[in-house]
């Protein structure tokens, strides 16, 4: 099995994207830590891109796609859909907005269902990270699925986060009350060649301190800028930033498995029929008392 790993990195690396694909599978299986085992430390750069529904994020990242393959990088693209109640398949068309990039054996573009973990990123995700760039990737790309608040979990993984917006329909403000503009790293106001476009970049100014940038990316307009103001991130980047983003991830990973925890509903009864205290049922859901839960006569 292990030997069948170490066979499909050194393909993937060599550029099969079936290789890759058979990998990324694996990290969202319960194979993932014997991929893992197999990847040691790595450094690649991760773009998030977020926003609400219609704001054009797919469109956006694939004229990123295009702006970095002229630069000569290979580009990993996650796009992390809502799940499907029925089958756990990812729903959204992103293969077909960046159905320009389909082609090019540089270009990687996965869909990873969200699978009901919090905050909108699926739990595969930084699994997923690490071996793009165990694969040789150099950039990795997420787009989330864009519905509200538990999108901030995008900054956990990502540097920078970028949050997309449209002029006009109360976006900025939308943004603001989702808590979105809080973990923005840049704002984008695409589609800005429409009315209300400069009134939306005012608007956004009163509510962040990121850099506010204007771009039509149906048309390429202002993707240069954006790339840029990327850069000049990444190179504001500090050892202290980077725990902080390690920091909340573990935190993350940490609650999800927790709320899958077996003991939960158990405790969780316990607590709210008066036989125990929520302090002590978390202290025995982290494992730091081992004494059982158990009713006590009334």
């Known amino acids: 099995m292990t030997d069948d790993i170490a066979e499909l990195i050194t393909a993937a690396r060599n550029g099969s994207a079936r290789a890759a694909g058979r990998l990324l599978s694996l990290v969202e299986s319960s194979r993932r830590s014997d991929v893992l085992s197999h990847v040691g430390p790595t450094d690649v750069q991760v773009i998030g891109v977020t926003g609400p529904p219609g704001a054009g994020k797919s469109t956006t990242v694939a004229v990123l796609v295009s702006a970095y393959r002229r630069r000569g990088l290979r580009v990993a693209v996650l796009a992390v859909d809502p799940s499907s109640p029925y089958s756990g398949g990812a729903l959204l068309g992103d293969r077909i907005r960046m159905a320009a990039h389909i082609d090019d054996p540089d270009v990687l573009i996965r869909s990873v269902a969200s699978r009901g973990h919090l905050g909108g990123l699926a739990a595969a995700v930084p699994a997923a990270i690490r071996l793009l760039a165990a694969i040789s990737y150099d950039l990795v790309v997420i787009e989330t699925v864009g519905v509200g608040q538990s999108e901030i979990e995008i900054a956990a993984v990502a540097d920078p986060t970028i949050v997309i917006l449209n002029p006009g329909a109360g976006d900025a403000i939308q943004a603001a009350k989702a808590g979105l503009l809080e973990v923005a790293d840049l704002v984008i106001v695409n589609k800005a060649d429409r009315e209300g476009a400069d009134q939306t970049v005012r608007d956004l100014r009163a509510e962040t301190s990121a850099p506010i940038l ?11 800028e954006v790339v840029e103001a990327i850069a000049a991130h990444r190179r504001s980047d500090t050892p202290a930033r980077r725990a902080a983003r390690a920091r909340a991830q573990i935190l993350s990973l940490a609650q ?23 302090y002590g049922a978390a202290e025995l859901l982290l494992g730091y008392r081992v004494d059982p839960v158990s009713p006590a006569p009334r």
């Open 214 to 224: 204007k771009l039509v990316a149906a048309q390429g307009d202002g993707v240069e």
């Open 256 to 278: 999800s498995r927790l709320a899958r925890h077996p003991d939960l509903d158990r405790l969780a009864a316990t607590v709210a029929e008066g036989y125990s205290d929520a």
